[in-house]
């Protein structure tokens, strides 16, 4: 404050470096220097002779806290450093020093000509440099070095606090209890970060069973119960016999301010983190003998709620009401209670006239939350004012966060056109304010929904209405570069949102094809080298064939014009164009249509066959994640050698950790491991010794111990369980009187579900066909608004299974893109204008690269299935993209169909040599109400040709049958036996289903009807048949009877 123009120049002895921080540059750069030395230092022995120990103690509280909050900017799961930065700040004070993290103060005083004489001060040697290590620490060991040596400054200040007044922690005076709460709170962040969530929470539960127990209190209630109200004289002063705590609380200023801080404040803020680190919690997985642990929770949310209501506590209120959301999200409850809490929050918080920073988040992420659960439509008439109450929401909460960036010393440049596509001005002073990823989510939201508003208006047209959509995307890309906090699956979100944009943008004035597949193909690759949304691949792919379908019409267009097209060049491609021909007649017209008929696909033909096949192979990656945990081999593998080493620690705790385990009674900063699954922990174990106070506590060995037991199909159902609770906060989640009463598009009776399982409700999408396939329009986004730890989770998880479990690596995960795709950035097919941009930061140690240097590095050299056909098959894909809409209006609700087949093996090698004379592609968009009547007979039917066709074979378990299925398809090793003849009316039902499917291609008059079955009537082929026209799934069909009657009007106009 008066920047040491009052310190005695005599005390000054080498403790004083002045280190600037700064904030617009990440960790490990410079900054490392000043993290090294909030670590490392330990504050002087002369400030404590200035100010006093209390004071000195708070400063040291406030170091780790700022360290934590350092720590909780790396969106990491700690990982153990191979070499640990040790500090021992128990060491000797001499050559200590002093550390200054302002960026807005410069020590410009007597402190410099004083620090002039000690520059030959020399650090202890015994400490290891962090700072020399930048180059080859990452950010999970930076961040595990932080929260270790945070942890041992708290143990140790706790332990010289409870040794200095020789006291247990219930009869310390307030301000030594005020310290100990602090530094219990701490501690429970610390595990929160680590993931050890039942830790975390048995620590803030002890704060709060501290304050119970704390003799302040109690003497306090015995007070207000004894004290009778006529004793208003002076000798209530002498009834009393005050100990010492009393004492130090009436005649010690600081033990009096901290005894007016010791209130509902306090204790609510203690029952926050208890209840934060509960949720947190991976519900439904627990090998727990008794109730889950999510009662407990939503009793204590309630709890808070009301205690905060009463104590006139309006921010704290709200923060646990949106606790109470995140709960009900991750339960998968209906959205009538989460739209009523969120609607409460905003009212309690939107009519107040001043607002923490804290609330403006919250009130922020309620916005947010609520245009996600706001229902949606499909239909032009009804989605404008849907999506104006989304933009309107999303508007709300890009006010709140822009008014604290401002505040906050950034700079906001609003447009002319309105304040939706305002923005930031980059670069940002500082990167590492959480508000950042939140506005990304903002501008993600807002892009999205002014997307679809436009998608079916006059403006569709206008390619100056998708530039605005496309710099809101383009912001919120920026600002997830910029920020210190890297949210990598936001990222692949954004760059799949503005790879859509794109492609509307080229289908208006032919540009941008280049950087539409680079976008597109960037995502990929971002969400395949971390987390693996497969249901983002799939998209991405399939945006990708209508891009390449849409380029090859034009060509085909503009070649049978026998001019050269405008699209070759504005789209950065050069093809060369035929020249145009004479009128030909008689035999010469003749053979010029067989050419036609027969000529080679084009390039782009090719590519969109390998990108279909592409994004079928990420469905089939979904069945297997579901198929492989009902396998007995599977199951039968172990893998108790990894368990002590390679698991990750979050699973095992997950598995088996409760908060109960721990005693929170006991008189220490951390609580004690006792029990596990209720039984008692071996006293004779090395985790139940007392901890030194530099020591960590290692309880995990307990439960690592325990968890050899565990095989891999309980490691595989945790996995799909993640995904599951990923994706159940993306769905446009319905309450059960719009589910019963059909409100929104015509859909089929919710009560009739499904006969089977499909990949999107295995994925973890509900099996209702508006909750998986329709989740594009409805929603668009596939980040949730909360930032929590599922995605790093199943990021590590991925990669657990992938190295250490073969049969999960060659059958649950995504193949990388193939190589193939890749030539189209190649001299020969760009043009020379091309320069592909910088779109993300996620490779390599977060430092900007280009998609082609950065992706075909990181590649393993095989032969993917997308350019391999060994057999002759037929795949299919449905798809509702958002922003497309079917010819020749969009009226109806239409889905698109998206095929590939292959009437002999292919396999393609390059662009420049392979050929695809024996496979085609195409499209078509189908009416999505007779698509579902339609799956709906077909499902019927099948159950009813069961009993006919099914031949009978002796029992076998389910995934046996799924194998054996396959083979039985084409090659039968035993015959069928007992097969019965389908009745009559059966035969009748499958012919006019026939006329159905053709229906749906072929225009009525157009349509000739089929007299008998035209294909082989079986079971397996009527199962075929129902899987095929399921709209929430992709298919694909071996080569048979009915993939010649299929292929034979798939493609006819």
Avoid at 44 to 66: A, D, I
Avoid at 683 to 708: C, D, H
């Amino acid at each position: 404050m008066d920047f040491g123009e009052k310190i005695n120049q005599l005390s000054v002895k080498c403790f004083i470096v002045h280190i600037r921080f700064d904030q617009s540059r990440t960790l490990l750069t410079e900054n490392l220097l000043a993290v090294e030395y909030l670590l490392k230092i330990p504050l002087p022995s002369n400030l404590e002779k200035l100010y006093g120990p209390y004071l000195v103690k708070k400063f040291e509280l406030s170091r780790t806290y700022l360290a934590i909050k350092l720590a909780e900017t790396i969106n990491h799961i700690p990982e153990k450093a191979s070499i640990q930065c040790s500090t021992d700040s128990t060491s000797s004070h001499e050559d200590e020093k002093f550390i200054d993290l302002d960026t807005d103060v410069n020590i410009m005083t007597k402190l410099d000509r004083a620090l002039e004489t000690t520059r030959t001060c020399q650090p202890r040697k015994k400490e290891l440099d962090i700072y020399s290590l930048r180059y080859t620490l990452n950010l999970p060991q930076l961040k595990d070095i932080i929260l270790s040596d945070v942890q041992k400054k708290l143990n140790i200040l706790v332990d010289k606090l409870k040794k200095e007044h020789d006291l247990i922690f219930a009869n310390l005076a307030p301000t030594g209890l005020e310290m100990v709460i602090d530094a219990k709170c701490q501690a429970a962040a610390i595990a929160f970060q680590r993931l050890q969530l039942a830790f975390s929470a048995a620590i803030a539960l002890s704060a709060v069973q501290l304050l119970k127990r704390s003799k302040i209190f109690i003497n306090v209630k015995q007070s207000n119960v004894k004290r009778p109200p006529v004793l208003r004289s002076t000798q209530v002063k002498h009834i009393p016999t005050e100990d010492q705590t009393n004492k130090n609380l009436y005649q010690d200023p600081h033990n009096m301010e901290a005894r007016g801080r010791l209130n509902l404040n306090l204790w609510l803020k203690c029952r926050l983190v208890v209840v934060t680190a509960l949720i947190a919690q991976v519900y439904g997985i627990r090998l727990s003998k008794g109730e889950d642990d999510f009662l407990d929770t939503a009793r204590l949310c309630e709890e808070g709620m009301e205690e905060a209501k009463a104590y006139g506590d309006v921010e704290t209120q709200t923060e646990f009401m949106l606790n109470a959301v995140l709960l009900d999200l991750r339960l998968g409850r209906l959205k009538d209670r989460i739209k009523v809490l969120l609607e409460e929050i905003i009212n309690l918080l939107k009519g107040r006239q001043f607002l923490s920073s804290r609330a403006q988040m919250i009130l922020a992420q309620a916005f947010l939350q609520l245009s996600d659960l706001r229902k949606s439509e499909t239909l032009c008439d009804s989605k404008e004012a849907a999506m104006q109450q989304k933009i309107n929401l999303c508007l709300s909460a890009q006010k709140l966060i822009f008014d604290q960036l401002v505040s906050l010393g950034e700079s906001v440049q609003h447009l002319d056109d309105g304040n939706i596509y305002s923005l930031p001005i980059f670069p940002l002073k500082n990167i590492y304010l959480p508000q950042i990823i939140l506005m990304a989510k903002i501008k993600l939201r807002l892009g999205n929904a002014s997307a679809q508003l436009i998608t079916c208006s006059a403006k569709r047209w206008d390619i100056s209405h998708w530039q605005e959509i496309l710099s809101s995307f383009t912001s919120a890309l920026e600002l997830c570069k910029e920020a210190a906090l890297k949210q990598i699956d936001l990222e692949a979100d954004l760059l799949f949102q503005k790879g859509k944009v794109l492609r509307q943008i080229t289908e208006i004035n032919y540009g941008k094809t280049l950087e539409v597949v680079n976008l597109l193909m960037e995502a990929i690759n971002v969400t395949y080298l971390h987390d693996q949304n497969l249901w983002l691949i799939r998209q991405s792919y399939l945006e990708l064939a209508l891009l390449l379908f849409y380029l090859d019409e034009v060509i085909e267009k503009d070649l049978e014009l026998g001019g050269e097209s405008k699209a070759m060049v504005k789209s950065g491609i050069i093809v060369v164009g035929k020249q145009p021909r004479k009128k030909i007649t008689g035999q010469g017209r003749l053979l010029e249509i067989l050419h036609h008929v027969l000529r080679q696909p084009s390039k782009y033909k090719m590519l969109a066959w390998i990108t279909i096949r592409a994004a079928n192979e990420v469905v089939r990656v979904l069945r297997n994640s579901q198929i492989l945990t009902r396998d007995k081999e599977i199951g039968e593998e172990s893998i108790k050698h990894l368990v002590q080493k390679e698991l990750p620690e979050y699973v095992v705790l997950d598995f088996l950790a409760s908060y109960q385990d721990f005693e929170t009674e006991n008189d220490e900063l951390l609580p004690i491991l006792t029990t596990i699954q209720g039984e008692k922990v071996e006293e004779e174990e090395e985790g139940t010794k007392p901890v030194a106070p530099n020591e960590l506590p290692n309880f995990v060995s307990f439960y690592r111990k325990i968890a050899q037991s565990l095989n891999s199909v309980q490691f595989l159902n945790y996995n799909n369980h993640l995904r599951r609770l990923y994706n159940i906060n993306l769905l446009p989640i319905r309450s059960r009187v719009e589910n019963m009463n059909g409100e929104g598009p015509e859909y089929p009776d919710p009560k009739i579900a499904f006969t089977q399982p499909s990949e999107a409700q295995m994925h973890g999408v509900d099996i209702d066909f508006l909750k998986c396939a329709v989740n594009d329009v409805e929603n668009g986004a596939h980040t949730p608004v909360f930032h929590t730890d599922l995605c790093l989770r199943l990021a590590l998880m991925h990669s657990f299974l992938k190295s250490h479990l073969p049969t999960y690596k060659n059958t649950c995960c995504a193949e990388s893109i193939p190589v193939i795709l890749y030539e189209i950035f190649e001299d020969s097919f760009k043009f020379l204008q091309f320069q592909p941009e910088v779109y993300t930061s996620v490779f390599g140690e977060y430092t900007l690269t280009t998609p082609t240097d950065s992706f075909v590095g990181q590649l393993t050299p095989q032969m993917s299935m997308a350019v391999n056909s060994i057999d002759k098959e037929l795949r299919v894909q449905w798809y509702l993209p958002a922003l497309a809409v079917p010819p020749p209006s969009c009226e109806t609700h239409k889905i698109l169909l998206v095929f590939a087949y292959n009437v002999k093996p292919v396999t393609l090698v390059s662009l420049k040599t392979s050929t695809l004379a024996n496979a085609s592609c195409g499209y078509k968009w189908i009416h999505l109400k007779r698509l579902i009547a339609l799956h709906r007979k077909l499902s019927a039917l099948r159950q009813k040709a069961e009993a006919y066709l099914q031949p009978e074979h002796a029992p076998s378990t389910s995934l046996q049958r799924s194998h054996q299925r396959m083979r039985q398809r084409y090659i039968r090793s035993e015959p069928a036996t007992n097969v019965r003849k389908l009745p009559s009316t059966l035969e009748d039902m499958v012919l006019q289903l026939c006329k159905e499917i053709k229906e749906l291609f072929i225009p009525g008059p157009e349509m000739k009807t089929e007299t008998e079955v035209p294909f082989e009537l079986s079971f397996d082929t009527l199962e075929q048949l129902e899987q095929i026209f399921n709209p929430a799934v992709g298919y694909t069909l071996k080569y048979g009877s009915l993939f010649k009657w299929l292929i034979s009007f798939m493609e006819l106009e």
